[in-house]
T-cell receptor, first 113, second 117 residues
Framework: AQTVTQSQPEMSVQEAETVTLSCTYDTSESDYYLFWYKQPPSRQMILVIRQEAYKQQNATENRFSVNFQKAAKSFSLKISDSQLGDAAMYFCAYRSSYNDMCFGAGTRLTVKP | ETGVTQTPRHLVMGMTNKKSLKCEQHLGHNAMYWYKQSAKKPLELMFVYNFKEQTENNSVPSRFSPECPNSSHLFLHLHTLQPEDSALYLC????????????????FGPGTRLTVL
């Protein structure tokens, strides 16, 4: 079965600094998608970024980028120039053609002014 | 304004009550999902509907009963719940049925915070 592990229950970052959230996953499949979702205190789960496993190039969305290491089954999220509005729970998720969406337990990010 | 809405946002109920959670998506999607989010646990997929037909039921107790009258609306009927059912219940939708398109992204509603006394 596929599993997604987020080893950091909580992280904090100073405003304007950079922070990296870790995610590892376990799968025997070669074709899949990886996602990072953000859930702010308002509870609305929002897609931050996604990565296709067949692409070697790391996905980037403005201040958010990923470091995708397929061989290591690692998918970390880097947030640059952190803002107060980035404070939220961040969930890493995995999905393949043959399996349901699988989420990690989440990392709570605090941004200090 | 989100494309997926859920009502109510908060619900407190006794173990003998019957209540329903409602989800509506305004995105023209064909698939809808119910997730349970408990404290310090990963999201748990409960039900999946593709084109109004239930395609997944991940060993969910029968005290949870989903209903999908059309592709835009999804309900979760609750009866004789247990205190351990207290959680945030999230609804999501996606353009394509799960498994048909790898690029498919799920869009989530704000959730209903359920407390069972």
């Amino acid at each position: 079965a596929q599993t997604v592990t987020q080893s950091q229950p909580e992280m904090s970052v100073q405003e304007a600094e950079t922070v990296t959230l870790s995610c590892t996953y376990d799968t025997s499949e070669s074709d899949y998608y990886l996602f990072w979702y953000k859930q702010p205190p308002s509870r609305q789960m929002i897609l931050v970024i996604r990565q296709e496993a067949y692409k070697q190039q790391n996905a980037t969305e403005n201040r958010f980028s990923v470091n995708f290491q397929k061989a290591a089954k690692s998918f970390s999220l880097k947030i640059s120039d952190s803002q107060l509005g980035d404070a939220a729970m961040y969930f890493c998720a995995y999905r393949s053609s043959y399996n349901d969406m699988c989420f990690g337990a989440g990392t709570r990010l605090t941004v200090k002014p | 304004e989100t494309g997926v809405t859920q009502t109510p946002r908060h619900l407190v109920m006794g173990m003998t009550n019957k209540k329903s959670l409602k989800c509506e998506q305004h995105l023209g999607h064909n698939a809808m999902y119910w997730y349970k989010q408990s404290a310090k646990k990963p999201l748990e997929l409960m039900f999946v509907y593709n084109f109004k037909e239930q395609t997944e039921n991940n060993s969910v107790p029968s005290r949870f009963s989903p209903e999908c009258p059309n592709s835009s609306h999804l309900f979760l009927h609750l009866h004789t719940l247990q205190p351990e059912d207290s959680a945030l219940y999230l609804c999501a939708s996606s353009q394509d049925p799960q498994g048909s398109t790898l690029t498919d992204t799920q869009y989530f509603g704000p959730g209903t915070r359920l407390t069972v006394l």
